[in-house]
């Protein structure tokens, strides 16, 4: 497995465990929606303010999201995601010296953010809608796929597994193959299992139990954890209280071979990972 991964004008080093920042410029996310996104448009300067903020405390990358995919989120149109995606990378790419990913699974959300200077595609849906894999492809970057049963309205109705670290294993072998044949370069490829889409709980905590079979794939797993309602099912707490379970299971998502966390809370969480690579260097 290569750690480095070509990312539009910059690489990522996966020799040692990554952060990335969280930013969702939507009016509607499950924990952090409107807090950059205010009078039904990004707010820049907040934006920019959190970004600064999250490259500081030690993000690496820096995700942005312009649709809320958590159960009964409002559908957004194309031309919506266009706006609200574009106007935070042209702000964020002229100014904060990092990698910058899309949360899309829109092709031209995809296109419109390469030629603007995002590096790394992360799509919920696996790069499945039409044309996807093939935007995708044209751009040349760096893509995350992720596994979700169904859609984000009804992913969480009665999700069902023979075995959820084999069926989710199978999915990437089958969209590996996908995307070799599109033309994706297996060097720019990171796979993520979807905690949280399309998995119950308990599935949930299986499949990070076994984490380490995603590492088969041969490519770096990336996960999202971060405040995830499997830390309601163990804690009685509200997304806003939910820091120290997720620093922690992001903490063990890392012990079992995870190469990128998806964050909320970047300083936390690497103050912890960084107390993790001492204790694994010793």
């Given at each position: 497995m290569c750690p480095l991964i070509p990312c539009g004008q910059r690489v990522l080093d996966l020799s040692q465990p990554r952060i990335m920042g969280i930013l969702n410029v939507t009016p509607d996310s499950f924990s952090d929606g409107g807090e950059l996104f205010r009078d039904q448009q990004v707010d820049t300067d907040a934006l920019l303010k959190r970004a600064e903020s999250m490259v500081s405390a030690g993000a690496d990358i820096l995700d942005i999201g312009g649709e809320s995919t958590r159960p009964g989120a409002r559908k957004v149109s194309e031309t919506e995601e266009l706006d609200r995606v574009l106007t935070?990378?042209?702000?964020?790419?002229?100014?904060?010296?990092?990698?910058?990913?899309?949360?899309?699974?829109?092709?031209?959300?995809?296109?419109?953010?390469?030629?603007?200077?995002?590096?790394?595609?992360?799509?919920?849906?696996?790069?499945?809608?039409?044309?996807?894999?093939?935007?995708?492809?044209?751009?040349?970057?760096?893509?995350?796929?992720?596994?979700?049963?169904?859609?984000?309205?009804?992913?969480?109705?009665?999700?069902?597994?023979?075995?959820?670290?084999?069926?989710?294993?199978?999915?990437?072998?089958?969209?590996?193959?996908?995307?070799?044949?599109?033309?994706?370069?297996?060097?720019?490829?990171?796979?993520?299992?979807?905690?949280?889409?399309?998995?119950?709980?308990?599935?949930?905590?299986?499949?990070?139990?076994?984490?380490?079979?995603?590492?088969?794939?041969?490519?770096?797993?990336?996960?999202?954890?971060?405040?995830?309602?499997?830390?309601?099912?163990v804690l009685d707490r509200a997304p806003s209280e939910r820091l120290f379970a997720s620093v922690a299971l992001a903490t063990m998502a890392v012990e079992r071979g995870a190469r990128i966390v998806r964050v909320h809370d970047v300083a936390e969480t690497a103050d912890a990972l960084a107390m993790w690579q001492k204790v694994s260097q010793s």
């Open positions: 935070a990378v042209e702000a964020l790419a002229s100014r904060i010296e990092t990698i910058i990913s899309v949360d899309s699974s829109s092709p031209s959300v995809m296109r419109e953010s390469a030629s603007l200077g995002a590096g790394l595609l992360n799509d919920v849906r696996g790069f499945r809608r039409p044309g996807a894999l093939q935007a995708a492809a044209e751009t040349g970057l760096a893509v995350c796929v992720m596994h979700m049963q169904g859609e984000p309205d009804t992913m969480q109705n009665q999700p069902t597994y023979g075995d959820v670290v084999d069926d989710i294993s199978a999915f990437f072998t089958e969209r590996l193959a996908e995307l070799d044949t599109a033309g994706v370069a297996r060097d720019r490829i990171l796979i993520d299992p979807g905690f949280g889409f399309g998995k119950t709980a308990e599935q949930n905590f299986e499949l990070l139990a076994k984490l380490e079979a995603m590492g088969s794939m041969g490519v770096p797993v990336l996960v999202g954890l971060s405040r995830k309602s499997m830390i309601r099912s």
